[in-house]
């Protein structure tokens, strides 16, 4: 049993092993196989590679996952990567393209290759980027590479470079485009019938001569082209093609057909008969063209002619040719006349014989160079021709030499050509141009640029002037060179309102600014003017340009003006108007007084009481109008200070004896510090006293009650400076500069309540400068109070004192009776004045006016007259004259309310001896009787 077991293991032992033995020989022969396909494999791979090596186009293989494993050179060199380089990357990072139409990132093939599993190629126009920016056009395409199995394990991407292809594409497109623009111009066109099939096929010049459809034109029956031909040819074209194709190899024909739109065109048809080996006709191709503009030519030639030989006649023109090879004229009758007066015939050398000596050898050599066989020229001449009776008469003759072609000679056949009498045309351009020449010599001599153009804007001349204003020459200014001179940032809206001129006809006129010789730019006022013909058509522009700069200059200077005068009239509104309320003040408490008076009996004390008030307010009235006396004085320059060596101190102190009532009245309080020491000046004491009333009033007016005011004078260095300080409503700075112009009025100072005449400051600014002085204001605003500064020149030692002139009249003392007549229109002046000389003891008459005065005189006898200027019937004036054609001794003596130097002068030449501003006072007629009672004591 046990031996049974062995031998059943042992048999299933010997099974196994011989299993075994043939599992191992079938492996053995699968790897014999297999190294047999590896090494085939290996050399189909190396294979592969040395053809791809080879091969004209790129070639890039790629694994599965799209990484770069090999590049040929062409790819290698297209894509700017070697294969080592390359060899690993993804493919999109080699192959770059894009679209040659968007330029955007183009899809790459091998991708959608790889996802897809089938053959994909680019689209039309990419653009491949090499690695160095390079950039070409290419074709490709990307195929699976798949193993024994069917499995994709990578592509295959082939491409190559169009740039030729393209290049060469582009040249067929050119040459093809030249041929169709050339066939086009010509108006030929190309066909081709095969005879067998009843087929033409026609290009688009023949379709459109015939007019027929482009499917008709590819391809389509002969009938189609056939229906075409005007039914009056038809027969004849039949018959012409069937005997071309019987017998003959070519066909030339002409017909007419009849286009789409109907219009009737006139053609050329020539054709080549192809035939097979037979000797059958197969095709005839031929072309076509359109000769109907050169059949309308010769009936124009023809009508023209016609209408030639009518206009000559209608111009006066006549004609003539030459023939060369005989060398004999033949001319018409108007030739004949206008060369010898004479419509005989004339020949050659006769119609030479008639030309002018001075003119022949130039006519002569024009004849020459227009009929050379090498390089003709147009002939054309104007000359002088001798009439047999001694008359010349200018002609201009124009004609041209025919020649022709004999192989490489070339031949004159004729020389042809007309002539006019220009006589009455040269006359008139003999005077044109002299007018011509004057008008130039006019132009050169107006002060304004002055240029002409032609109708398109071209200027071709300017004057002198222009020349010498722009410091240009004739070449800057070529052409449109005018614009150089102009100023850039205006220079558009002028060339577009001359443009707009030059296209209406229409003139121009517009003020721009042109740049001078030195650099400089003025205002031109630019006028330019279309000169016509009888048809209205421009023949030439005639333009000027003004300097306005001084008519800008003085509209600006009017501008100023006006805006001055606007505010001195606004000014002076004001001023009148504060005028009328400074004269109301005092005369209210006047008007009160006189009427309180006839209520007052016996009451001497209270009658001198409201006769002082009456006095005062009557004294500020006079003051009030000396300050505007003053002011028009000084702005004539006709004030003369009465200047010494004086104190200011003493001036103060006058000053302080006017202005202190005022001060005190408000309730302010004074403070003054002018020193121990003499402050010595060469001035007018009255008037330095004057500009410190001014400054104390001013400041007292203006300060809230109760206030301070300050005073203070003192001497630093060369200068006496007085000081004028309130702790008033004050100034705003931009106030400050113009408190001193005449009737100014500060805001502040109108809505304080208080007001002047505007004239005050002006006046002491005014006096402090005939002074030879300063003055100026200071203020921190408005509620900081004002302060004014004056500064006079400290009188020098050794200083000329200037004399003062002497007064009019001394102070009167008691005189005796004097007969006085006083001569005044006005009822109140003249009854008011005769009781107070009554009052003086004088002996009084009185008379209403000139002519009045005249017979008062004569029977009064009076030894003074005062009498007014202005009084109707006669005049103040007017009667003095009278009186002192007779009477020289009477002391007479005006009375006016007009108190200016002019009026004193023309009252000293009428024969007064004296002038007291109204209103009179009682110490100028004291004055005046003084004088009197002197003269007749001396």
């Given at each position: 049993?046990?031996?049974?077991?062995?031998?059943e293991?042992?048999?299933?032992?010997?099974?196994?092993?011989?299993?075994?033995?043939?599992q191992?020989?079938?492996?053995?022969?699968?790897?014999?196989?297999r190294?047999?396909?590896?090494?085939?494999?290996?050399?189909?791979?190396?294979?592969?590679?040395v053809t791809?090596?080879?091969?004209?186009?790129?070639?890039?293989?790629?694994?599965?996952?799209g990484?770069?494993?090999f590049?040929?050179?062409?790819?290698?060199?297209?894509?700017?990567?070697?294969?080592?380089?390359?060899?690993?990357?993804?493919l999109e990072?080699?192959?770059?393209i894009?679209?040659?139409?968007t330029?955007?990132?183009?899809?790459?093939?091998?991708?959608?290759c790889?996802?897809e599993?089938?053959?994909?190629?680019?689209a039309?126009?990419?653009?491949l980027?090499?690695k160095?920016?390079?950039?070409?056009?290419?074709?490709?395409?990307a195929?699976?590479?798949?193993?024994?199995q069917?499995?994709?394990?990578?592509?295959?991407?082939?491409?190559?470079?169009?740039?030729?292809?393209?290049?060469?594409?582009?040249?067929?497109?050119s040459?093809?485009s030249?041929?169709n623009?050339?066939l086009?111009?010509?108006?030929?066109?190309?066909w081709?019938?095969?005879?067998?099939?009843?087929?033409?096929?026609?290009?688009?010049?023949?379709?459109?001569?015939?007019?027929v459809?482009?499917?008709s034109?590819d391809?389509?029956?002969?009938?189609?082209?056939?229906?075409?031909?005007?039914?009056?040819?038809?027969?004849?074209?039949?018959?012409k093609?069937?005997?071309?194709?019987e017998?003959?190899?070519?066909?030339?024909?002409?017909?007419?057909?009849i286009?789409?739109e109907?219009?009737?065109?006139?053609?050329?048809?020539r054709?080549?008969?192809e035939?097979?080996e037979?000797?059958?006709?197969?095709?005839?191709?031929?072309?076509?063209?359109?000769?109907t503009?050169?059949?309308?030519?010769e009936?124009?030639l023809?009508?023209?002619?016609s209408?030639?030989?009518?206009a000559?006649?209608?111009?006066?023109?006549?004609?003539?040719?030459?023939?060369?090879?005989?060398?004999?004229?033949?001319?018409?009758?108007r030739?004949?006349?206008?060369?010898?007066?004479?419509?005989k015939?004339?020949?050659?050398?006769?119609?030479?014989?008639?030309?002018?000596?001075d003119?022949?050898d130039?006519?002569?050599?024009?004849?020459?160079?227009?009929?050379?066989?090498?390089?003709?020229?147009?002939?054309?001449?104007?000359?002088?021709?001798?009439?047999?009776?001694?008359?010349?008469?200018?002609?201009?003759?124009?004609?041209?030499a025919?020649?022709?072609?004999?192989?490489?000679?070339?031949?004159?056949?004729?020389?042809?050509?007309?002539?006019?009498?220009?006589t009455?045309?040269?006359?008139?351009?003999?005077?044109?141009?002299?007018?011509?020449t004057?008008?130039?010599?006019?132009?050169?001599?107006?002060s304004?640029?002055?240029?002409?153009?032609?109708?398109?804007?071209h200027?071709y001349?300017?004057?002198?002037?222009?020349?010498?204003?722009?410091?240009t020459?004739?070449?800057?200014?070529?052409?449109?060179?005018?614009?150089?001179?102009?100023?850039?940032n205006?220079?558009?809206?002028?060339?577009?309102?001359?443009?707009?001129?030059i296209?209406?006809?229409?003139?121009?006129?517009?003020?721009?600014?042109?740049?001078?010789?030195?650099?400089?730019?003025?205002?031109?006022?630019?006028k330019i003017?279309?000169l016509?013909?009888?048809?209205?058509?421009?023949?030439?522009?005639?333009?000027?340009?003004?300097?306005?700069?001084?008519?800008?200059e003085?509209?600006?200077e009017l501008?100023?003006?006006a805006?001055?005068?606007?505010?001195?009239?606004?000014?002076k509104?004001?001023?009148?108007?504060?005028?009328a309320?400074?004269?109301?003040?005092?005369?209210?408490?006047?008007?009160?007084?006189?009427?309180?008076?006839?209520?007052?009996?016996?009451?001497?004390?209270?009658?001198?009481?409201?006769?002082?008030?009456?006095?005062r307010?009557?004294?500020?009235?006079?003051?009030?109008?000396?300050?505007?006396?003053?002011?028009?004085r000084?702005?004539?320059?006709?004030i003369?200070?009465?200047?010494?060596?004086?104190?200011?101190?003493?001036a103060?102190?006058?000053?302080?004896?006017?202005?202190?009532?005022?001060?005190?009245?408000?309730?302010?309080?004074?403070?003054?510090?002018?020193?121990e020491?003499?402050?010595?000046?060469?001035?007018?004491?009255?008037?330095?006293?004057?500009?410190?009333?001014?400054?104390l009033?001013?400041?007292?007016?203006?300060?809230?009650?109760p206030?301070?005011?300050?005073?203070?004078?003192?001497?630093?260095?060369?200068?006496?400076?007085v000081?004028?300080?309130?702790?008033?409503?004050?100034?705003?700075?931009?106030?400050?500069?113009?408190?001193?112009?005449?009737?100014?009025q500060?805001?502040?100072?109108?809505?304080?309540?208080?007001?002047?005449l505007?004239?005050?400051?002006?006046?002491?600014?005014?006096?402090?400068?005939?002074?030879?002085?300063?003055?100026?204001?200071r203020?921190?605003?408005?509620?900081?109070?004002?302060?004014?500064i004056?500064?006079l020149?400290?009188?020098?030692?050794?200083?000329e004192?200037?004399?003062?002139?002497?007064?009019?009249?001394?102070?009167?003392?008691?005189?005796?009776?004097?007969?006085?007549?006083?001569?005044?229109?006005?009822?109140?002046?003249?009854?008011?004045?005769?009781?107070?000389?009554?009052?003086?003891?004088?002996?009084?008459?009185?008379?209403?006016?000139?002519?009045?005065?005249?017979d008062?005189?004569e029977?009064?006898?009076?030894?003074?007259?005062?009498?007014?200027?202005s009084?109707?019937?006669?005049?103040g004036i007017?009667m003095?004259r009278?009186?002192?054609?007779?009477?020289?001794?009477?002391?007479?003596?005006?009375?006016?309310?007009?108190?200016?130097?002019?009026?004193?002068?023309?009252?000293?030449?009428?024969?007064?001896n004296?002038?007291?501003?109204?209103?009179?006072?009682?110490?100028?007629?004291?004055?005046?009787?003084?004088?009197?009672?002197?003269?007749?004591?001396?």
């Amino acid at each position: 049993m046990a031996d049974d077991s062995l031998q059943e293991q042992f048999d299933a032992l010997k099974r196994q092993l011989a299993e075994t033995q043939a599992q191992l020989t079938s492996l053995q022969n699968d790897l014999v196989a297999r190294k047999s396909d590896v090494s085939h494999q290996l050399a189909e791979n190396e294979l592969l590679q040395v053809t791809l090596e080879c091969i004209g186009d790129a070639v890039i293989t790629t694994n599965e996952q799209g990484e770069v494993e090999f590049l040929n050179p062409v790819a290698q060199q297209l894509t700017g990567w070697s294969n080592d380089d390359a060899r690993g990357k993804p493919l999109e990072t080699v192959f770059v393209i894009q679209s040659e139409v968007t330029g955007l990132p183009a899809e790459n093939p091998v991708s959608r290759c790889l996802r897809e599993g089938h053959v994909v190629g680019l689209a039309n126009h990419t653009i491949l980027i090499a690695k160095d920016g390079r950039t070409f056009p290419i074709d490709d395409s990307a195929a699976p590479i798949r193993d024994h199995q069917g499995k994709v394990r990578g592509a295959v991407l082939v491409f190559r470079d169009v740039t030729e292809r393209r290049q060469a594409e582009e040249a067929i497109r050119s040459a093809r485009s030249r041929l169709n623009t050339t066939l086009a111009a010509g108006e030929i066109g190309t066909w081709e019938f095969d005879i067998s099939s009843d087929r033409v096929d026609a290009d688009q010049n023949m379709a459109r001569i015939f007019g027929v459809s482009d499917e008709s034109a590819d391809g389509g029956p002969f009938s189609e082209f056939a229906a075409a031909i005007h039914p009056d040819d038809r027969e004849e074209v039949a018959a012409k093609i069937a005997k071309a194709l019987e017998n003959d190899n070519s066909l030339e024909m002409s017909c007419r057909v009849i286009n789409a739109e109907g219009e009737t065109r006139w053609l050329i048809a020539r054709g080549q008969v192809e035939r097979d080996e037979n000797g059958k006709a197969v095709r005839l191709p031929g072309v076509v063209v359109d000769i109907t503009g050169e059949r309308r030519a010769e009936q124009q030639l023809r009508v023209s002619e016609s209408k030639w030989r009518l206009a000559l006649e209608a111009a006066g023109m006549g004609a003539w040719n030459v023939d060369k090879r005989t060398n004999t004229l033949t001319s018409d009758s108007r030739f004949n006349m206008i060369y010898t007066g004479s419509p005989k015939q004339i020949n050659l050398e006769q119609a030479y014989e008639a030309i002018h000596p001075d003119d022949r050898d130039r006519v002569r050599s024009l004849v020459a160079r227009a009929v050379d066989r090498e390089n003709p020229e147009t002939y054309a001449a104007e000359y002088r021709v001798v009439h047999p009776d001694g008359s010349i008469h200018w002609v201009y003759a124009k004609g041209r030499a025919t020649f022709e072609h004999y192989g490489s000679e070339r031949s004159l056949i004729s020389f042809d050509g007309t002539v006019i009498d220009i006589t009455d045309r040269v006359q008139i351009q003999e005077k044109l141009r002299e007018s011509e020449t004057q008008f130039r010599q006019l132009a050169d001599a107006i002060s304004q640029l002055a240029w002409m153009a032609d109708p398109d804007g071209h200027i071709y001349w300017y004057n002198d002037r222009w020349y010498q204003y722009t410091g240009t020459t004739k070449e800057d200014m070529l052409g449109w060179g005018w614009q150089s001179v102009h100023d850039e940032n205006v220079l558009p809206k002028v060339l577009e309102r001359w443009q707009a001129s030059i296209k209406s006809g229409k003139p121009f006129s517009m003020s721009f600014p042109l740049r001078g010789a030195d650099g400089v730019f003025r205002p031109f006022l630019t006028k330019i003017m279309p000169l016509l013909d009888q048809a209205g058509n421009v023949t030439r522009w005639f333009g000027t340009n003004t300097d306005i700069s001084e008519q800008h200059e003085l509209q600006e200077e009017l501008r100023r003006v006006a805006a001055e005068l606007s505010e001195s009239d606004r000014r002076k509104d004001e001023f009148l108007a504060t005028l009328a309320h400074e004269l109301r003040n005092p005369l209210s408490p006047i008007k009160s007084a006189t009427q309180l008076m006839r209520l007052i009996d016996n009451d001497p004390d209270q009658f001198r009481e409201l006769s002082e008030l009456i006095d005062r307010q009557v004294v500020q009235m006079v003051r009030l109008i000396d300050d505007l006396l003053d002011i028009s004085r000084i702005s004539l320059g006709k004030i003369e200070l009465k200047t010494e060596a004086c104190d200011v101190r003493s001036a103060i102190r006058s000053a302080l004896e006017s202005a202190t009532p005022l001060i005190e009245n408000l309730g302010h309080r004074l403070h003054v510090d002018i020193g121990e020491s003499p402050l010595l000046v060469q001035g007018d004491s009255t008037r330095l006293a004057q500009i410190l009333i001014n400054l104390l009033n001013n400041a007292a007016k203006y300060t809230e009650q109760p206030g301070d005011i300050w005073l203070t004078a003192k001497q630093e260095g060369d200068e006496v400076v007085v000081s004028v300080r309130d702790n008033g409503i004050g100034i705003e700075e931009h106030e400050l500069a113009r408190v001193f112009e005449m009737f100014h009025q500060v805001k502040e100072k109108q809505q304080h309540g208080q007001s002047g005449l505007g004239i005050g400051l002006s006046l002491v600014k005014s006096l402090v400068a005939l002074h030879k002085g300063s003055v100026e204001i200071r203020s921190e605003g408005v509620g900081h109070g004002s302060t004014f500064i004056v500064r006079l020149p400290v009188l020098v030692e050794g200083m000329e004192t200037a004399k003062l002139p002497a007064s009019g009249y001394e102070e009167a003392g008691n005189g005796r009776a004097v007969r006085v007549l006083v001569v005044e229109d006005a009822r109140a002046n003249r009854a008011i004045l005769v009781r107070l000389l009554e009052k003086l003891g004088h002996t009084v008459e009185q008379a209403v006016n000139g002519l009045d005065g005249l017979d008062k005189v004569e029977a009064f006898r009076p030894e003074v007259i005062l009498t007014d200027i202005s009084m109707p019937m006669m005049n103040g004036i007017e009667m003095v004259r009278k009186i002192r054609e007779t009477d020289q001794q009477t002391v007479i003596v005006a009375m006016s309310g007009y108190g200016q130097a002019t009026d004193r002068e023309v009252a000293n030449a009428a024969g007064f001896n004296g002038y007291i501003v109204k209103p009179v006072d009682i110490r100028d007629l004291e004055r005046v009787f003084s004088e009197l009672l002197d003269h007749e004591a001396k």
